[in-house]
């Protein structure tokens, strides 16, 4: 391919999340930063709202609309939704063609221990777009690059990546991941079990917005945190009519404890297959936090005092893996070649 082609080239970086989609197109930055949620008209199929508006409409709908999350657990579960939202969201972009998509460079971010079928389905999709050239790499890699972090030197770095859908635990060194592991416990589960705790203590029923208000509000990992009570609105399970209900810091705290249990044990089972020589610089570098749960109060504390190294929330953990994929689309994820110095 001639110089003058791959300068021609367009790259595009996308980070499929659970929760949010983001969008990375080369000179413009981030160009699109919502929630990865989809609304159609069921009878004609027509896109009616997508990303922040779609995501308003979640459980508030009638018959007629169908608000789709394509993505599940780091996964693509609904492929028409998800082409439908990533062709939406390229649509938006001035001058961008279809002989444009043809002539771009993209890279999907996917979870680390997706499968050769699920990283298929990411290409497929993709290849839907009529985008030919395409990669797919980790999360935790590109996040670590979007960090700021120069993940290639033979030194180690522990990533820990909480989203919406998974946890993505995984050891860098020189480039390239060295062993990783992924739990399906993350954002979206939290936000379950709160919803599980009110109808178990409260019998009422709320819907998922709501309990991912509550997990933002009041969710706290410090141990002396301050009890804050707060009043939102759900339905009673017995009456059937609308009612408020209270709830702590305390309460999400007890709600949230056990799944931040989950994690660190993942950390902890990571750890104890570390290479001694890697260990070393974990324990001087620190574990790197990044996702949106990454922003719960209290977390680097919570993590740090269970497994006794310095833990560090990185300071742009929901776009980060976007803004890696920058220096991906210059090496394609080649261990070999340092984009950071290009």
Known sequence: ???????????????????????????????????????????????????????????????????????????????????????????????????????????????SEVTKIERDVMADLAAKMKITDVFIEEEIKSGALGAGVDIFKSKGVMVVDIGGGTTDVGIISFGDIV???????????????????????????????????MKIELGDLHVDAKNVVNRYAGRDMVKGIPKWVMLS?????????????????????????????????????????????????????????RIQVPVKVVQNPLTCVAEGTKYLLKNRGDYLVNPLQL
């Open 179 to 213: 062993l990783s592991r992924t739990i399906r416990k993350a954002g979206s589960f939290m936000d379950d079990e709160i919803s599980k705790y009110v109808k178990k203590t409260q019998s009422v029923e709320i819907g998922e917005l709501t309990a991912e208000k």
């Open 249 to 305: 810091t305390q309460e999400v705290q007890t709600v949230l404890n056990p799944v931040f249990d989950e994690i660190v044990k993942l950390i902890t089972g990571v750890l104890k297959d570390t290479p001694p020589e890697l260990s070393a610089d974990i324990y001087k570098h620190g574990i790197l936090l990044t996702g949106g749960c990454a922003l719960i109060r209290g977390i680097e504390e919570y993590v740090k005092e």
């Open 1 to 111: 391919m001639s110089a003058a082609m791959v300068h021609d080239k367009l790259g595009l970086g996308i980070d499929l999340g659970t929760a949010n989609l983001l969008v990375f197109l080369e000179k413009k930055g981030i160009i699109f930063n919502e929630p990865a949620v989809i609304a159609f008209d069921r009878e004609s199929g027509k896109i009616v709202a997508a990303g922040e508006d779609a995501h308003r409409m979640l459980g508030k709908v009638h018959s007629k609309i169908a608000v789709i999350k394509p993505l599940k657990n780091g996964v693509i579960s609904d492929m028409r939704a998800a082409k439908a939202l990533l062709t939406y969201v390229l649509g938006k972009i001035e001058n961008l063609t279809e002989k444009d998509l043809s002539k771009t460079t993209c890279v999907i971010c996917c979870p």
